[in-house]
């Protein structure tokens, strides 16, 4: 058995993180991750290579690598189940770890969070936040439930596993050679391009 260090890990690699892959294998979302990537992608030049953190079955860089054929793909994912399923993504390189322990072996124009730091334990978020720092050499993107101040938010009926707070704004303090390019809101609402309603943030190093 894997030994974690917080107990997010484990719920995460183990029987809830399984049942996660099945209700969020579908079809439906295709259009929409296309949609949210292509508005978020339009504010970034030049992307070769992305990496995701907490990628799961890899519709984000699906969606990715719908609109831009030719990038290089890479995502971590805890869960073997959804590790799986990744690894059947075309030439992607796919890591089965925690965040905690990943390093990335070289670095990419776009390193990505979207739906992880939200589940992360709060005394862990530096650790994740340094590991996306260090995956890219360009731009970051953060899309994750925002809100100005911590706060924690009962999840499916359990306690301590998802928190919101002003993650980018962490990571700018953090980084002082990072810098915000844009940002924008999915709602769930949409009646075109649905999703989970998310803050996105797309975050840049400064030349030099």
Same mark, same amino acid.
């Not at 990715?64 to 290089?72: A, F, G, R």
């Not at 340094?130 to 009962?154: C, G, H, Q, W």
């Given at each position: 058995?894997?030994? /974690?260090? #917080?107990?997010? +890990?484990?719920?995460?690699?183990?029987?809830?993180?399984?049942? /996660?892959?099945?209700?969020?294998?579908?079809?439906?979302?295709?259009?929409? $991750?296309? *949609?949210?990537? #292509? $508005?978020?992608?339009?504010?970034?030049?030049?992307? $070769?290579?992305?990496?995701?953190?907490? *990628?799961?079955?890899?519709?984000? !860089?699906?969606?990715?690598?719908?609109? !831009?054929?030719?990038?290089?793909?890479?995502?971590?994912?805890?869960?073997?189940? *959804?590790?799986?399923?990744?690894?059947?993504?075309?030439?992607?390189?796919?890591?089965?770890?925690?965040?905690? =322990?990943?390093? *990335?072996?070289?670095?990419?124009?776009?390193?990505?969070?979207? @739906?992880?730091?939200?589940?992360?334990?709060?005394?862990?978020?530096?650790?994740?936040? =340094?590991?996306?720092?260090?995956?890219?050499?360009?731009?970051?993107?953060?899309?994750?439930?925002?809100?100005?101040?911590?706060?924690?938010?009962? %999840?499916? @009926? %359990? @306690? =301590?596993?998802?928190?919101?707070?002003?993650?980018?704004?962490?990571?700018? +303090?953090?980084?002082?050679?990072?810098?915000?390019?844009? /940002? @924008?809101?999915? /709602?769930?609402?949409?009646?075109?391009?649905?999703?989970? =309603?998310?803050?996105?943030?797309? !975050? #840049? $190093?400064?030349?030099?």
């Amino acid at each position: 058995m894997e030994q /974690y260090q #917080t107990r997010q +890990e484990e719920f995460w690699a183990g029987e809830f993180g399984d049942s /996660y892959v099945d209700r969020n294998d579908s079809s439906q979302l295709t259009g929409a $991750k296309a *949609a949210f990537w #292509t $508005k978020v992608l339009s504010h970034a030049r030049q992307i $070769k290579s992305v990496i995701e953190l907490g *990628a799961n079955i890899g519709l984000n !860089l699906r969606a990715i690598q719908s609109i !831009l054929p030719e990038v290089s793909l890479a995502g971590v994912e805890i869960n073997k189940k *959804a590790y799986s399923q990744l690894c059947q993504i075309p030439d992607i390189r796919a890591y089965n770890e925690s965040v905690f =322990d990943f390093s *990335a072996e070289q670095t990419y124009t776009l390193s990505v969070s979207c @739906g992880l730091m939200i589940h992360i334990n709060p005394e862990f978020l530096p650790v994740v936040y =340094d590991v996306l720092y260090r995956s890219t050499d360009k731009y970051i993107l953060v899309a994750e439930y925002y809100n100005p101040t911590p706060v924690t938010v009962n %999840y499916r @009926g %359990y @306690g =301590d596993r998802l928190f919101k707070r002003d993650f980018p704004g962490e990571m700018l +303090e953090r980084f002082s050679d990072l810098s915000l390019v844009d /940002y @924008g809101f999915v /709602y769930h609402g949409d009646p075109k391009f649905p999703l989970d =309603d998310l803050h996105w943030f797309l !975050l #840049t $190093k400064q030349a030099g």
